[in-house]
């Protein structure tokens, strides 16, 4: 479907109602420019993505990442310190 709206002098252009509520744009969006044109998205609020690691982390909690981060960092650091030995800088 082919919707026409005027520009005002300002650039200002209304969103039909029912794009709006389709693609859920309510505050700010986003205009891509390619060879064919212009795109124009919702802008994503950082609500959408609250949570969308949860998977990826099985549950855990930022401290518990942190900690396992750091113990396969020892791990690692002592693992280069029994083949190549200490270094003094």
Known sequence: ???VVSVTKKGQATIPKR????????NKIIFEENEKGII???LPSPDDDYGS??????????????????KEEFAR???????????NV
Request: net charge positive; hydrophobic share 30%; proline share 2%.
């Open 1 to 3: 479907m082919v919707e």
């Open 19 to 26: 794009l709006r509520k389709k693609y859920g744009i309510t």
């Open 40 to 42: 124009i998205k919702p």
């Open 53 to 70: 690691l949860k998977t990826a982390v099985k549950g855990k909690t930022s401290r518990e990442l942190l900690e396992d981060a750091r």
């Open 77 to 87: 650091d002592k693992e280069w310190s029994k083949r190549f030995g200490t270094c």
